[in-house]
């Protein structure tokens, strides 16, 4: 699955990676994959442009620290954050719905005929 597809739920998957805790953003790129089978194999010029964009948001907050003698940033959830993808959440689930009245025939209502 190519990052095109994501458009407009890679910050929801995101914030529900860091919402598992603070991670490191080779870790969050590890567990997209993970998570999802393989299918979310996002290369780095996706996922971390998208970190900062949450970061300037104050969805998300970062903090440098030495693992294994290399210099990673980390980042985790903040209050907003946890908000911001509770919103996601229902949001999703309501175009998921919406969209399956169309695309699943087993959850199209059915038409008198």
Do not use: C
Not at 9 to 32: K, N, P
Not at 35 to 42: A, T, V
Not at 82 to 97: H, I, K, T, V, Y
Request: hydrophobic content about 40%; charged content about 25%; proline content about 4%.
């Amino acid at each position: 699955m190519n990052a095109q597809a994501l458009h407009g739920h890679l910050d929801a998957l995101l914030l529900a990676v860091l919402e598992r805790g603070a991670q490191h953003g080779y870790a969050i790129i590890e567990a997209l994959r993970a998570r999802s089978d393989g299918q979310l194999d996002l290369p780095t010029g996706t996922v971390y442009p998208a970190l900062r964009r949450l970061e300037r948001a104050g969805y998300v907050a970062s903090a440098w620290s030495t693992v294994n003698g290399r210099e990673r940033r980390t980042y985790e959830l903040t209050d907003a954050g946890r908000r911001a993808l509770a919103d996601q959440r229902s949001g999703w689930r309501e175009f998921s719905a919406t969209v399956g009245r169309f695309l699943d025939p087993d959850t199209a209502p059915k038409t008198a005929g």
